[in-house]
């Protein structure tokens, strides 16, 4: 390899690493109001620990802090959640929710050491408009499911037609849309609709009969 080729790296994993005053009290505060959960902690007492958001591991460890020129972001699967969950835990936040022209909805926040953290979901309406003619498609839906897709479209802020596209046009090329934050949603709302068959039931489904009258 010359000086000037670029070598081929291949790396699944990051793990950025903080400088916290206290490492117990930062470890309670990502845990607690932040979401995170905790990976190790190393030491007695503690001056190093792992938490987790996701599969991503971040690491908390002794020092003096450098919040002045250092920030992290966060790509996950619904940050309206986190926010939720994260401003009912009286963290500060440094900038609300809202869509952004790079293509993701996000926040930021502040934590005990004066870090910026940001957290935000992609955003799939940035881009060109398509111009598109919609037809009818007579179509009947098994009840129970035709409730989960009016409840999942109105979780995604989409019309139930725009849900059923997007689902198709995934399937279509071999993938599914859904984050695990929407898998998460949709195996509660088959709870809550009853549906107990699986994604092979409709080549079994057959119109229940009508009462005689």
């Known amino acids: 390899m010359t000086a000037s080729t670029h070598p081929e790296v291949d790396c699944e994993q990051q793990h950025p690493a903080l400088a916290v005053r206290?490492?117990?009290a930062a470890v309670e505060f990502y845990t607690t109001r932040l979401g995170f959960r905790l990976g190790f902690t190393w030491g007695d007492p503690p001056t190093m620990a792992g938490v987790n958001l996701g599969r991503v591991q971040m690491f908390l460890e002794q020092g003096t802090p450098g919040a002045g020129g250092c920030s992290l972001y966060f790509?996950?699967?619904?940050a309206d959640e986190l926010y939720e969950f994260q401003?009912?835990?009286g963290v500060e936040v440094v900038e609300a929710p809202g869509d952004r022209h790079y293509g993701l909805r996000d926040y930021r926040v502040r934590d005990l050491d004066g870090y910026v953290l940001g957290f935000g979901h992609h955003l799939?309406?940035?881009?060109?408009?398509l111009e598109i003619e919609r037809v009818e498609v007579p179509v009947r839906?098994?009840?129970?499911?035709?409730?989960?897709?009016?409840?999942?479209?109105?979780y995604k802020?989409?019309?139930?037609?725009?849900?059923?596209?997007e689902t198709l046009l995934h399937t279509l090329d071999g993938v599914g849309p859904h984050t695990a934050?929407?898998?998460?949603?949709?195996?509660?709302?088959?709870?809550?609709?009853?549906?107990?068959?699986?994604s092979h039931a409709s080549y079994r489904f057959v119109e229940r009969s009508e009462p005689d009258g």
């Open 157 to 165: 802020r989409m019309s139930l037609g725009s849900c059923l596209e």
């Open 141 to 154: 839906i098994e009840k129970r499911l035709a409730a989960l897709l009016h409840d999942l479209a109105e």
């Open 22 to 24: 206290d490492v117990p």
């Open 181 to 198: 934050s929407d898998l998460r949603r949709i195996a509660r709302l088959k709870e809550t609709h009853g549906i107990d068959y699986d």
């Open 124 to 129: 799939y309406n940035v881009g060109p408009r």
């Open 75 to 78: 790509v996950v699967g619904n």
């Open 87 to 89: 401003r009912a835990k």
